[in-house]
């Protein structure tokens, strides 16, 4: 093993000449500096290069200042590639693989020159910094180094990497700012991967479904299943989708696609109009080779972009002026959310051989495997998806002004909106929302809302000098869409944000809600019958004397009128033009 690491970091200087090294090459890529050592590293980089900025761009819970590294120069010509790293703060070979990567930029290499030609790197180290200087080296028991490696979660508890459309976390925040002011173009995550034990040393996700834009699913084909792809399997690396095993115990029975939504880094990516990449490097290999994995894939893009200059930023330019021209075709639906449609293709599954026996410890198959008997099995890859969902969106949005932290999470997306002048009565459509059901635990501090009851109906609506309009001619409108939807599967509603609207504020005292009752069955005959029919048909509401009682007050012209009414407005083109003109 020792020259195993010994010859990685042979061909790690051959490649790149006179440079730095990097804290984790100094250690022989067993171990993950700490942050203060990673830090002190850029701070060289830095003072050494013209070509390399480090810029604060946050700070987390616990204090610690958020980094960012900006290699070459933001220019409307070229690529903004936008790597991060320590999402996860225990898969961190992307921050010790991006080291080597602007090691070779500070020192001027010559294929590092002609990536900063066409392509600007955007690139943070750790994302969760807290979660980072948590280093133990029993943080991950299924990896196979470094010797210490940071936590999961940050400082508060957060995944990141389920938060990036709720935006909860400082860091989060932070990095949706990063975001916005730099524009990429493809945005790469890099993960280490838990699971099973295969021969793969990367594998990756992109979504490649009708969710991506026709013109970035193409981009991806050519340039990186394609082009990329062949690159790396000439360098020795083998290269497989994301294995999402169907069964943990038993490879055998294939694995599955899977659409990732927009709390994750890649569906948010694709909600922005944008490549989302995931790379997952194997767990169980060794850390050099998993640094190595991680240095080749970057290295690879950067080098096709530099080859194929402009194509790639053509494309994301082409996404960002159709989106806003969407918004004219009041019948364009937008696909939010897609299912796998239960298509098997034989898949040549690089894998080893294996054991599966009954575990007397869980009571469950145990498996167990070779990795000195590489075998390829011929399994079942349920690739092909389906659109489970889509969405017609608004013209635009209206959101009355005190719902302020729904406003400031879309401007924290860096979604446009616009302050209405006047006050005003519109015609809108409104979502209404009853028998709401919620998740039996809390999800990342949540208390999600996983079923309701959803009907619209169009209404004059009062809106008040001051209330907000969100307009959906703008790139950013997905974006809008999954956060304001009802429906959509990440929606502010779903992720429990306005789960306030199914409280009943007021309500009638007992003596007074029977004579109530009285009144409403004696002047409405049907009224009567229906509540019969319900007596019957529900014993649950039969046995509830409060509930019985609060069926007629919810039925009388006392009744709360916004009780499950969802606080944002959907208005046509000709209302959100003369909303907009005032």
């Known amino acids: 093993m020792r020259l195993i690491l010994a010859l990685l970091l042979l061909a790690t200087t051959a490649v790149h000449g006179k440079r730095l090294q990097t804290p984790a090459e100094a250690d022989g890529l067993l171990q993950t500096p700490d942050a203060a050592t990673t830090f002190a590293f850029l701070d060289r980089l830095d ?86 200087e948590r280093r133990s080296r029993f943080n991950r028991i299924n990896q196979n180094g470094p010797v210490e490696m940071g936590w999961r979660g940050t400082g508060q508890r957060l995944n990141l990497n389920r938060d990036y459309l709720k935006a909860d976390a400082p860091e989060m925040r932070a990095l949706l700012a990063l975001i916005n002011e730099v524009n990429p173009d493809i945005l790469i995550d890099s993960h280490t991967t838990n699971g099973a034990d295969y021969q793969y040393d990367l594998t990756w996700s992109m979504d490649d479904t009708v969710v991506q834009h026709p013109r970035l699913r193409a981009w991806q084909e050519q340039a990186l299943v ?45 909600a922005r109009g944008r490549v989302g990449l995931l790379l997952e490097t194997h767990m169980l290999k ?92 011929t399994v079942p890859f349920y690739r092909k998806v389906k659109v489970a969902q889509a969405l017609k969106p608004a013209a635009a949005y209206a959101i009355p002004q005190q719902w302020t932290a729904l406003v400031e999470r879309l401007r924290v997306h860096g979604v446009r909106l616009q302050r209405i002048a006047h006050d005003a009565r519109v015609p809108a459509e409104v979502s209404l929302v009853s028998k709401p059901q919620f998740a039996p635990a809390s999800f990342e501090g949540r208390v999600a809302l996983t079923a309701f009851e959803h009907r619209r109906e169009m209404r004059e609506m009062p809106l008040r000098a001051g209330d907000w309009l969100v307009p959906m001619d703008q790139p950013l409108a997905n974006v809008a869409l999954h956060i304001l939807e009802p429906d959509a599967p990440d929606s502010a509603l779903r992720w429990g944000d306005f789960n306030i609207v199914f409280e009943q504020r007021e309500y009638a005292d007992g003596r007074v809600a029977e004579q109530l009752a009285r009144d409403l069955m004696a002047a409405d005959p049907k009224l009567k019958a229906e509540f019969e029919a319900k007596l019957a048909a529900e014993p649950e509401f039969a046995k509830n004397p409060y509930a019985r009682l609060n069926w007629f007050y919810l039925r009388s012209d006392w009744r709360e009128r916004d009780l499950g009414l969802y606080p944002v407005l959907r208005v046509d083109a000709a209302t959100s033009t003369a909303l907009r003109s005032k």
Do not use: C
Not at 86 to 101: F, N, S, T, V
Not at 239 to 261: C, H, M, Q, W
């Open 47 to 132: 003072a050494a290069s013209d070509r390399i900025e480090v810029r604060r761009f946050g700070t987390t819970p616990e204090g610690r200042a958020l980094r960012v590294v900006i290699a070459g120069e933001v220019r409307p010509d070229r690529a903004l590639v936008f790597v991060q790293a320590g999402i996860h703060a225990g898969e961190i070979e992307g921050k010790d693989a991006g080291l080597m990567l602007l090691a070779a930029i500070a020192a001027n290499d010559r294929r590092a020159r002609r990536w900063l030609e066409h392509a600007t790197l955007v690139f943070v180290p750790i994302l969760n910094l807290d979660g980072h």
């Open 226 to 270: 394609g082009r990329v792809q062949s690159r790396l399997e000439r360098q020795g690396h083998l290269v497989a989708p994301y294995i999402e095993l169907n069964d943990p115990t038993d490879p055998r029975k294939g694995f599955t696609n899977f659409g990732a939504s927009p709390r994750y880094s890649t569906g948010y990516a694709v």
């Open 286 to 377: 060794p850390y050099p080779v998993r640094v190595r994995a991680t240095l080749d894939v970057l290295s690879a893009i950067l080098d096709d972009i530099a080859a194929h200059p402009g194509e790639l930023r053509a494309a994301t330019r082409q996404v960002d002026a159709d989106t806003v021209a969407r918004a004219a075709d009041a019948g364009a639906s937008v696909p939010v959310q897609v299912e796998n449609a239960g298509i098997a293709e034989d898949f040549a599954f690089k894998g080893y051989a294996f054991t599966i026996t009954q575990s007397e410890v869980s009571g469950g198959p145990w498996i167990r495997y070779d990795p000195g008997q590489p075998k390829t099995f």
